[in-house]
């Protein structure tokens, strides 16, 4: 029987004892992973950053890269991106059989019988992504949630449903993920326009609109069925200089929470427990993230996610920082069998990503900065050398990952980049850009040199 894994050491150890396949829609999202030379094969949606294979010594194979495009991941979806990820040549089906999945439960359909057979604990859950349903579940918890119902496509009526919840009221379409298919109407035309958008959608989530501040919680179930409940960020999103639409995630703040009444946290906590426990109960093991809505001393659950979100891994790095076993990192051996345990610190710390989004029409990248540690100067941001994350940075800099090579074409709304820094870029409350942050993502734009390009280029 193997003993329980306390220390990021040991952590490390333990991955690297078996050879681990993830899928990521960028590569940043499995850096703890990553630092512990945990992988031997990276699939992702966008092109890891030139130098990342070597530094890490771990193959890697991305979409992107095999269609000389950048999407927008969040509206392909990742089971479709893992359907057109072709496996590359030099791959072999016996190198194949002997890879685990490591963050994720699934890996791409036509490799199935290739990849070794991992547990699948995010089943337990699978009613879950449907909002819907989700929310019908917090309610039956005794956890609270904006008042709202799902709507059949053909009953939506503006005037009945403001009545109900008020005006404006949130749209959702009932399975998405990083706020996509996520509207704020106020009148009818923004429920044409929502309708318009998602043509195949018959019906809708519809909720109150609770104007406050979205916190996200990280929580684990380990092997016993306990739950650990981390730190909060505040959650970053419809930040339209980053080219973020309503509702849609941007960006985290592990700091910001500091700021937020004491009850108010102490009340998510108790709410996020109460879901943990919910999960455990249905046999679900690992990484589970809550999003909710504060609005001072009160709070309402919005979402649940069955696995490791956009922001764990910078709470790997600040975990790593801080001599714990990063929350990832347990994850995946708890989904493997291996007991660990660790008290993870619930202050707040400095760690902020902020992504920032292409906003012109579809266009060829003439010229684009390398990836690494920079420096503001003034309006211009100067490279001081290579880093992969937040672990590599000091307080006056930033790291730029997940950018986009010259030569590839960019479509509207796809990721430009993203920037990693122990500074505020927002306003208390993270709904708009402050001076540093706006400084930040101007100078972060200007490194890049676009030409825009015909639809016919793109599809031919």
């Not at 890269?65 to 509206?75: A, E, F, I, L, P």
Request: net charge neutral; charged share 25%.
């Amino acid at each position: 029987m193997h003993p329980t894994i306390t220390s990021p050491e040991d952590c490390d150890q333990a991955l690297r004892e078996h050879a681990l396949i993830d899928f990521v829609t960028r590569a940043v999202n499995a850096l703890p992973l990553l630092r512990a030379g945990a992988l031997t094969w990276l699939l992702s949606a966008e092109t890891p950053d030139a130098g990342w294979a070597e530094h890490f010594g771990v193959r890697t194979c991305s979409l992107e890269h095999q269609q000389g495009t950048r999407r927008d991941v969040r509206r392909s979806g990742i089971r479709a991106m893992q359907a057109a990820l072709a496996l590359p040549p030099r791959a072999r089906a016996a190198e194949f059989s002997r890879l685990l999945p490591a963050s994720r439960s699934e890996v791409p359909r036509q490799w199935a019988s290739s990849v070794a057979r991992g547990p699948e604990p995010a089943q337990a859950c699978d009613d879950l992504k449907d909002k819907g349903r989700m929310r019908a579940w917090f309610r039956s918890r005794g956890v609270p949630v904006p008042a709202g119902d799902i709507v059949p496509a053909h009953s939506l009526d503006h005037g009945a449903l403001a009545r109900k919840v008020g005006t404006p009221f949130v749209a959702q379409r009932p399975i998405g993920s990083g706020g996509d298919g996520t509207y704020l109407v106020r009148d009818d035309a923004d429920l044409h326009t929502a309708r318009t958008c998602e043509p195949a959608v018959d019906r809708w989530l519809i909720s109150e609109y609770v104007d406050g501040s979205t916190l996200n919680f990280h929580g684990l179930v380990d092997q016993a069925g306990s739950v650990r409940v981390t730190r909060p960020s505040l959650q970053l999103a419809g930040l339209s200089s980053t080219g973020s639409e309503f509702g849609a995630s941007c960006g985290s703040d592990f700091l910001a929470p500091q700021r937020f009444p004491p009850i108010a946290i102490e009340r998510a906590r108790i709410a996020v427990e109460h879901i943990g426990a919910g999960l455990a109960e249905r046999g679900y093991r690992g990484v589970f993230g809550i999003d909710l809505v504060v609005r001072g001393d009160s709070v309402a659950v919005l979402e649940l996610n069955t696995r490791p979100q956009s922001s764990t891994w910078l709470l790997g790095e600040i975990e790593r920082e801080q001599g714990c076993a990063p929350l990832l990192a347990r994850h995946v051996l708890e989904r493997h069998g291996r007991s660990t345990s660790g008290d993870h610190d619930s202050t707040p710390a400095r760690g902020v990503q902020l992504g920032v989004r292409h906003v012109g029409p579809s266009s060829r990248v003439v010229t684009a900065p390398p990836s690494g540690v920079y420096a503001l100067r003034g309006h211009r941001l100067v490279r001081r050398r290579a880093g992969f994350g937040l672990l590599d940075c000091s307080e006056d800099e930033c790291v730029l990952v997940g950018l986009p090579p010259p030569g590839r074409t960019i479509e509207t709304s796809a990721s430009l980049g993203t920037l990693v820094t122990r500074s505020a870029v927002t306003s208390e409350a993270g709904t708009v850009l402050n001076d540093h942050g706006a400084r930040l993502t101007a100078a972060f734009r200007e490194l890049f040199t676009l030409s825009a390009v015909e639809d016919e280029e793109i599809t031919a």
